[in-house]
């Protein structure tokens, strides 16, 4: 007779359905935020939801949006560029000396855009090659760019700009309410979203910023992709710059002062961590909706520019500040739940 053994095979038990990793459970209370903040607005105010108002506060917001996206990626990557507004308003002004003295407007918008390539290469090479924090470097180059406008220009302004710059910052798609600068800050955020998430480039940022060492013996140019970023986001800021100075129809060396702090306040609220490697960037463009939505309704109840930068600076402690507690009462629960097992 033989013995017959019996096989025991595990009970299938149904998959769990995840979220995707891009939107988490921030993504989803940035969300909430995004529609009670558009519902407290529309029924506050009856000039929120038009038409008029989105075209106006999507044209107003171009600068501060572009800026906003190579920043998540430096980010991740584990660095910061403070820098920003200070390029953003150097590039500006050599853009503006450049059309004032007569050179054509798209050669002026080249060596603008050549302008924030190099401050940005500048910030690359003193944090890549030379080891220096990119917080300390750029705080410096901060100072640096910004001085380096007002020796240029002064107190003065240049308002003569090119009719083309000023149409396109300014107007709307033809027969729409949509201006051309919302589509020209739509296109490359929805590229830089799929590459974050879907690209082979982005998962080498999410690598270099969780681990640049681990990142570098995998084979991975830790130097070139953090130097590439920051050359990326001081051509970004050059744009940005020159298509904000044709939103005003001025060039003057005080352009984007303080917009460095709210570009890092949206990335912070938008969950990228400030020590890299994690976050999404669908968090961010949440974020960047919260923030403008806020200010788009706190202009139409004449709140003082104070006071906006009071709710993005409690928007981002507590985008810093809650999920800090969250994880410490997760650790507490966990803890409390292993003493009593053992017991």
Known sequence: MTARTTELRPVATPARRRLPTWFGTWEITLSALVVLA??????????????????ISATGALGLSLMVVPMAWLMVAGEIDLSVASTFALSATVFGLAVSGGLGT????????????????????????????????????????????????????????????TTFAQENL????????FVAFVVPAVV?????????????VFAIGSNARVARFSG????????????????????AGIAYAGYVS????????????????????????????K??????????????????????????????????GL?????VVVPAVSRRVTGWRERRRSAGSVR
Do not use: C
């Open 38 to 55: 558009l519902l407290a607005a529309s029924v506050t105010s009856p000039y929120f939801l038009t038409g008029q108002n989105f075209s």
């Open 106 to 165: 798209w050669p002026a918008i080249g060596l603008g855009v050549l302008t924030g390539a190099l401050a940005g290469l500048v910030n690359g090479l003193l944090v890549v090659d030379v080891g220096l924090p990119s917080l300390i470097v750029t705080i410096g180059t901060l100072g640096l760019y910004r001085g380096l406008s007002y020796v240029l220009l002064e107190n003065r302004g240049i308002s003569d700009l090119p009719p083309g710059l």
């Open 174 to 181: 033809p027969g729409t309410l949509v201006p051309y600068g």
């Open 192 to 204: 830089a979203a799929v590459l974050m998430h879907r690209g082979a480039v982005g998962r080498a």
């Open 220 to 239: 991975l140019r830790v130097g070139a992709v953090k130097r590439g970023l920051f050359v990326v986001s001081g051509v970004v800021a050059a744009v």
């Open 250 to 277: 001025t060039v003057r060396a005080s352009n984007g002062t303080g917009l460095e702090l709210i570009v890092v306040g949206i990335v912070l609220i938008g969950g990228i961590s400030m020590y890299g490697g």
């Open 279 to 312: 976050g999404s960037f669908v968090g961010v463009l949440l974020a960047l909706l919260l923030v403008t939505v806020l200010t788009s309704w706190m202009t139409l109840a004449d709140a003082e520019t104070a006071v906006q930068y009071m709710a993005t």
């Open 315 to 319: 928007l981002m402690v507590g985008a």
